[in-house]
């Protein structure tokens, strides 16, 4: 990365912008400091208290090398259905039935193998941002670089990243919208499967806001946001109510209609690392779970399904009164 300072950086010691101006994180400040022209300041090494004068030229060494790239993730040409791009993220609409990552029993059918290929002339390292169930469909956010991941993980801790799901479940949540709260820990014995628990010490705080949108005879469609980053979240929220996602046979039971957990991510909500600009992003519901709602619904689907894809976290704070600390 190519810096020329201006006058609003005249002055200012080099350690307090790569810090406060750029978000560095500690780790890679130090990892800048002790590599080979990782900070040059008019081609020269320079210490992090140097004083940035008008008119220097500021170079820094963000981009990946090979050390940094996992030799699990092999390039891989996938279909892969990409929603924004730019140096600083990837968004795409990730399909059900394919994981984020590989695994010993998916090693190379990833949302990483297909980007892997898709920056195939460059040092591509896979950083999700978010992360998808196998199963689940929908928008997954992915960093491009190590500067873009500390700030989208800053964004995620200080709950400026939203996300807004839609469900169709097998069940009514009663109250139809509000807040759930519980506790998540993972099941004795299982390597997947999570639990509520009332255990403060094993359980992490766990909250979803969601509003429904269609109600039916033991049936609703839902609109859902997870306040927190909880594995199986949603999931386990709704079969905790009492209506199980349609298709989860992990927390509910399989389903005729649906192949899968009925659930998508259907609007992503967060500034851009590099400007701070809002990006709000959207992903249209899939046939499978259009079809499960056109078939429960079949005077209002086309309604719901509309409603649905325009859902975004801030409609759902109009119906839910969300605190902002969460």
Request: hydrophobic residues 40%; contains cysteine.
């Amino acid at each position: 990365m190519r810096i020329i300072v201006n006058e609003k950086l005249d002055g200012k010691m080099l350690r307090e912008f790569l810090r406060r101006d750029m978000g560095v994180s500690t780790a890679l400040l130090k990892h800048l400091k002790f590599t080979d022209g990782g900070i040059l300041v008019n081609g020269k090494r320079e210490n992090v208290r140097y004083m940035l004068r008008r008119g220097d030229v500021l170079e820094l060494l963000l981009e990946d090398d090979e050390e940094d790239v996992s030799p699990y993730v092999h390039p891989v040409d996938l279909p892969l259905d990409v929603v924004f791009e730019d140096e600083y993220l990837t968004v795409v609409n990730k399909p059900f039935d394919m994981p984020a990552h590989p695994s010993l029993g998916h090693p190379d059918d990833t949302v990483a193998n297909a980007l892997a290929y898709r920056y195939r002339d460059k040092t591509y390292v896979f950083r999700p941002v978010n992360r998808l169930d196998r199963n689940t469909s929908g928008l997954m956010l992915t960093a491009n670089t190590r500067i873009a991941a500390y700030h989208a993980s800053l964004a995620m801790r200080a709950g400026e990243i939203r996300k807004v799901y839609v469900a169709v479940l097998d069940g009514v949540p009663e109250p139809p919208a509000g807040i759930r709260k519980s506790r998540i820990r993972r099941r004795a014995g299982s390597i997947i499967e999570r639990e509520e628990t009332s255990d403060e010490t094993s359980g992490k705080e766990a909250i979803t806001a969601y509003t429904t949108i269609a109600a039916g005879e033991n049936t609703a469609v839902v609109l859902a946001s997870p306040l927190t980053g909880r594995t199986h979240q949603l999931r386990l929220h709704f079969a905790g109510m009492g209506c199980p996602i349609t298709g989860d046979d992990l927390y509910g039971h399989a389903s005729e209609e649906i192949g899968r957990q009925a659930l998508h991510a259907a609007h992503l909500h967060l500034p851009h690392p590099a400007d701070g600009r809002i990006l709000s992003l959207t992903s249209r519901l899939p046939d499978d779970i259009k079809a499960v709602i056109s078939a429960r619904f079949p005077e209002r689907a086309e309604e719901i399904i509309r409603r649905a894809e325009a859902c975004s976290f801030d409609d759902l704070k109009k119906e839910v009164p969300i605190p902002d600390e969460t």
